[in-house]
Antibody, heavy 118, light 107 residues
């Protein structure tokens, strides 16, 4: 079965960086795209960026552009998200997710990683 | 940027029908997807491309679209359906767009 397992919770100081991992299994990694979605307390789900695992080409939201980097390790079926210059507004649960066969629906989600900037 | 609007909350009695709306400009031309999120858990897709149901999702969950509004309908509501529900579309200029979420309360 499809699984996305994320790394554990992080606590960071303002100005620091955080890197979260998402190890996938149960599907052909390079056949899909993986995205990162975050949810700040009481806020709506917000797309951060995505990467097409077939070609490793990432794309970032306008809001995150310049501070976020999404990378992947095809041999390990793992995707990573690094966010720099953290501010209190970056405190959120970050989800790794996989698109469905239609490409534009989010068919599977990781368990979430809480990043606290304090 | 593209915006999706949902009512903050909907309340329904057990056994009745709940309808949660999602509005957006020209939403009729976009595929609408719905997610259920229970407290402390990751979202789960319950409807994709307007009206398709993933395997394992009860037939009580259905989706429809009319004009500039998409609707998630939950029939014969159960206590276990209490959750936040989010709509989502993909837009060529904004990429992945989510609604603000609707909290479904089962009375």
């Amino acid at each position: 079965q499809v699984q996305l397992v994320q790394s554990g919770a992080e606590v960071k100081k303002p100005g620091a960086s955080v890197k979260i991992s998402c190890k996938t299994s149960g599907f052909t990694f390079t056949a899909y795209a993986l995205l990162w979605v975050r949810q700040a307390p009481g806020q709506r789900l917000e797309w951060v960026g995505w990467i097409k695992a077939g070609d490793g080409n990432p794309k970032y939201s306008e809001k995150a552009q310049g501070r976020v980097t999404i990378t992947m390790d095809t041999a390990a079926n793992t995707v990573y998200m690094e966010l720099n210059s953290l501010t209190y507004a970056d405190t959120a649960v970050y989800y790794c997710a996989r698109v469905g066969r239609g490409w534009y629906e989010v068919a599977f989600w990781g368990q979430g990683t809480l990043v606290t900037v304090s | 940027s593209y915006v999706l609007s949902q009512p903050p909350s909907v309340s329904v009695d057990p056994g009745k029908t709940a309808r949660i709306t999602c509005g957006g400009h020209n939403i009729g031309s976009k595929g609408v997807h719905w997610y259920q999120q229970k407290p402390g858990q990751a979202p789960v897709m319950v409807i994709y491309y307007d009206r398709d149901r993933p395997s394992g999702i009860p037939e009580r969950f259905s989706g429809s679209k009319s004009g500039n509004t998409a609707t998630l309908t939950i029939s014969r509501v159960e206590a276990g359906d209490e959750a936040d529900y989010h709509c989502q579309v993909w837009d060529s200029s904004s990429d992945w767009v989510f609604g603000g979420g609707t909290k479904l309360t089962v009375l």
